[in-house]
């Protein structure tokens, strides 16, 4: 019997991911059996219903209330970090759809199968829905507003309950929702990915990890293992796993780049979010310096709003700019297996979301050492002697150290495309170009990053 072979080994060769459910068959149970995978997911539940009833109930002011850190400071930056080593998995457990499930459960649903015109134009609505979160968000203080936050959350829940509703199974995760679009972006370069063995899927009759079978639901997302080709939409649940009886899923180690070579952004999904996703970090990192805020705005949200639309507007078109002149300078534009795509934006994709890692990272970070004394605060607690102050150099360090990899990683899809997908069509001139163009987008985040971090 061969030997298996070692984890490390996914990273050498990008065409031989790990099974790890092979390697370790209790995690296989883990999905099977779904007793933790419900415990972690009522935890979840417990803790989000707390973010609402407390921004909703509770103190106003924010350094009184810890739904804000819990939401923006633990929530935000725990799922950012999930998306690089998980993928979509996090969306298995995410709490938004849960009164939804509960509705259809108890036959409150119209269980309508989902439009045509919802499959086709559900990335244009989950996209500018993120787009409305993000300005939201920066124009009006939110992370500083404990209400506004829980209606926020409010918001997305009832859209998720009302497609359940009106849907079958969770047609807000597949089509509607922001957090899952960006979250499926995301999970295109994670260290994992969720893939059937097609050559035990070859003969199945029942396709239960679909339709479901002994009362068991199928995929949440209409998928089914055997359907599953890319990370943009699979939730990594487990439902196939329980459901299927050939033992066809697969939870893989890969070379994390590899489905971003493999698919080179192509995907409508990929081509909207990431343009906007880069140039609302640019313009987030810019509006948090002090100076820029006090020498445009009188601190009311009406100027906040203009503030950060301005930038919003300045920032988008500048990465989308670069992102066309790089696909000028690369030259190559068509792929003879897939059709056109933008070489830039699966070059990007690694700085886009270290980006979001890094500002969001640092909002905990600034605020970790009040969590306590709040905690406090709200309770009639005596903690405020817990507390301390992160260097103002450990903060840049960080974000800067999370940029810089993201940048390397962009540089190393580049160069497998130069190397592996097109050799010897494009110059090293056209190279050099687009090297630049990386290097130019990679100093823009730095000194974005230095104005709203550095001191």
Same mark, same amino acid.
């Given at each position: 019997?061969?030997?298996?072979?070692?984890?490390?080994?996914?990273?050498?060769?990008? @065409?031989?991911?790990?099974?790890?459910?092979?390697?370790?068959?209790?995690?296989? @149970?883990?999905?099977?059996?779904?007793?933790?995978?419900?415990?972690?997911?009522?935890?979840?539940?417990?803790?989000?219903?707390?973010?609402?009833?407390?921004?909703?109930?509770?103190?106003?002011?924010?350094?009184?209330?810890?739904?804000?850190?819990?939401?923006?400071?633990?929530?935000?930056?725990?799922?950012?970090?999930?998306?690089?080593?998980?993928?979509?998995?996090?969306?298995?457990?995410?709490?938004?759809?849960?009164?939804?499930?509960?509705?259809?459960?108890?036959?409150?649903?119209?269980?309508?199968? /989902?439009?045509?015109?919802?499959?086709?134009?559900?990335?244009?609505?989950?996209?500018?829905?993120?787009?409305?979160?993000?300005?939201?968000? @920066?124009?009006?203080?939110?992370?500083?507003?404990?209400?506004?936050?829980?209606?926020?959350?409010?918001?997305?829940?009832?859209?998720?309950?009302?497609?359940?509703?009106?849907?079958?199974?969770?047609?807000?995760? $597949?089509?509607?929702?922001?957090?899952?679009?960006?979250?499926?972006?995301?999970?295109?370069?994670?260290?994992?990915?969720?893939?059937?063995?097609? @050559?035990?899927?070859? *003969?199945?009759?029942?396709?239960?990890?679909?339709?479901?079978?002994?009362?068991?639901?199928?995929?949440?997302?209409?998928?089914?293992?055997?359907? /599953?080709?890319?990370?943009?939409?699979?939730?990594?649940?487990?439902?196939?796993?329980?459901?299927?009886? $050939?033992?066809?899923?697969?939870?893989?180690?890969?070379?994390?780049?590899?489905?971003?070579?493999?698919?080179?952004? $192509?995907?409508?999904?990929?081509?909207?979010?990431?343009?906007?996703?880069?140039?609302?970090?640019?313009?987030?990192?810019?509006?948090?310096?002090?100076?820029?805020?006090?020498?445009?705005?009188?601190?009311?949200?009406?100027?906040?709003?203009?503030?950060?639309?301005?930038?919003?507007?300045?920032?988008?078109?500048?990465?989308?700019?670069?992102?066309?002149?790089?696909?000028?300078?690369?030259?190559?534009?068509?792929?003879?297996?897939?059709?056109?795509?933008?070489?830039? /934006?699966?070059?990007?994709?690694?700085?886009? !979301?270290?980006?979001?890692?890094?500002?969001?990272?640092?909002?905990?970070?600034?605020?970790?050492?009040? !969590?306590?004394?709040?905690?406090?605060?709200?309770?009639?607690?005596?903690?405020?002697?817990?507390?301390?102050?992160?260097?103002?150099?450990?903060?840049?360090?960080?974000?800067?150290?999370?940029?810089?990899? *993201?940048?390397?990683?962009? /540089?190393?899809?580049? $160069?497998?495309?130069?190397?592996?997908?097109?050799?010897?069509?494009?110059?090293?001139?056209?190279?050099?170009?687009?090297?630049?163009?990386?290097?130019?987008?990679?100093?823009?985040?730095?000194?974005?990053?230095?104005?709203?971090?550095?001191?």
């Amino acid at each position: 019997m061969p030997p298996k072979p070692s984890l490390f080994s996914a990273f050498r060769d990008p @065409e031989a991911p790990v099974d790890l459910f092979e390697r370790f068959p209790r995690l296989r @149970e883990f999905f099977r059996r779904r007793r933790l995978h419900a415990a972690m997911r009522t935890f979840g539940d417990a803790t989000f219903t707390f973010i609402i009833v407390s921004g909703l109930f509770g103190p106003q002011e924010p350094d009184r209330n810890v739904a804000l850190f819990l939401a923006w400071g633990v929530w935000w930056p725990s799922v950012v970090l999930s998306w690089f080593v998980f993928g979509r998995m996090w969306c298995g457990f995410c709490p938004f759809p849960g009164i939804g499930r509960v509705m259809q459960r108890l036959g409150l649903s119209l269980e309508r199968p /989902v439009p045509r015109w919802l499959q086709k134009t559900g990335v244009y609505w989950s996209v500018g829905l993120l787009a409305l979160i993000i300005w939201v968000e @920066e124009s009006t203080g939110m992370k500083q507003w404990p209400r506004g936050t829980a209606l926020l959350l409010l918001a997305i829940l009832g859209g998720a309950t009302l497609a359940a509703m009106i849907y079958r199974k969770q047609a807000w995760c $597949r089509y509607l929702c922001p957090m899952g679009r960006i979250t499926g972006v995301a999970a295109t370069f994670a260290l994992t990915e969720f893939r059937p063995d097609h @050559e035990k899927c070859r *003969g199945c009759k029942t396709f239960a990890c679909k339709r479901g079978a002994g009362g068991v639901p199928g995929c949440p997302v209409y998928l089914g293992a055997f359907n /599953v080709r890319n990370n943009l939409h699979c939730l990594v649940c487990g439902h196939c796993v329980m459901l299927c009886d $050939r033992n066809s899923p697969r939870l893989n180690l890969r070379n994390p780049f590899n489905e971003l070579i493999l698919n080179k952004g $192509r995907y409508i999904t990929c081509s909207y979010i990431i343009p906007f996703l880069m140039g609302s970090q640019l313009a987030r990192f810019v509006k948090m310096s002090p100076a820029v805020e006090d020498w445009f705005c009188s601190g009311t949200m009406a100027c906040q709003m203009m503030l950060f639309s301005v930038l919003l507007f300045v920032g988008f078109h500048y990465v989308y700019g670069v992102i066309r002149l790089g696909a000028r300078f690369f030259g190559v534009t068509e792929d003879e297996l897939f059709g056109r795509f933008s070489p830039l /934006v699966p070059i990007f994709v690694p700085l886009a !979301f270290a980006g979001e890692l890094s500002y969001r990272l640092d909002f905990a970070l600034v605020n970790a050492p009040a !969590f306590l004394p709040t905690l406090g605060r709200q309770f009639g607690w005596d903690l405020v002697a817990w507390t301390f102050s992160p260097p103002q150099d450990l903060r840049l360090a960080i974000a800067l150290g999370i940029l810089a990899a *993201g940048g390397l990683a962009g /540089v190393y899809i580049l $160069r497998r495309f130069m190397t592996e997908e097109f050799q010897g069509m494009v110059s090293r001139l056209r190279y050099a170009l687009v090297l630049a163009l990386v290097g130019i987008m990679l100093a823009s985040y730095v000194a974005a990053v230095a104005t709203g971090v550095g001191p």
